[in-house]
């Protein structure tokens, strides 16, 4: 894409759509290379004439280009430097598109189990956010470095995240997040042997789910609390929560829900040498 000197504001837009238009099917047709470079002229150009576009249509083409140079990423990993300096060439008044991409690329690195690079761009999305003021979105990231932690079994940084994000959720989140955040520290709580809170985090989070009609929360959270009791060899406390699960499974018709709940019954019932359950709930 040639660049040159334009004055016309719809010119200018029509140079970058035909440019994100083309890099774009360069990237469907897996000619990265090229697209990429199409791509950063099209934010060479939208830097240039960042003066001249509204600051709504501009943040629409930066997140526009970003959202295709993530999917990129996502093919081509090796293009990853390709891509930092990219991010360091954009224009600043798109900070939080840039941390909204950076979030993206820590989760396309977190499940390719390259935990370094997915804490490096948590990290880097979580102080972008905290610098902004959106606390909404720096409470996801908090999520994600605890899912991270967690993953790697450092149980106690898992944990200082997920009660960051807990603290956010109840000042400023939703009910929804506010579920999520004590869903996610009561299961570590349990983890950790620290049964009593972990029980009252999960009565939160269950309590939420019914509240917004969440069957497939609901679930997750009678699962949860099965497992507490379990560890408190609470068994028919834990057999109760599972029979809500599966019950719950059923009425919404959700097939991997029930498979799943049936199994974690087998392996309780197994535990317990109940073999006939065991066997029955396997099978089913």
Known sequence: MCI?????????LQVLFIGIAVASVLLQTGRFIKALELFSECLV?????SLKLEICKLNELFALVYDRLVNLFCFVSEQRENFESLLLKANTRGKEIIAGFLHRLGGVSLSRFEHSKANDYFERAGAVF?????????????IDLGNLYKENEEYQKAKVYYEKAMLIAEDVGGTYEKGVAYGKLGTLCNILGEYAKAKELHRKALEISVRLGDKEGEITDHLNFAKVHINLSEYDQARECYRKALEISTAIGSQEAEASTCLDLGVFSCSLSDYENAEFYVKK
């Open 130 to 142: 905290q610098e902004t003021g959106n606390r909404k979105k720096e409470l996801d990231v908090f």
């Open 45 to 49: 150009l939208l830097k240039k004439y």
């Open 4 to 12: 040159f000197l334009m004055d016309d504001v719809d010119e200018i």
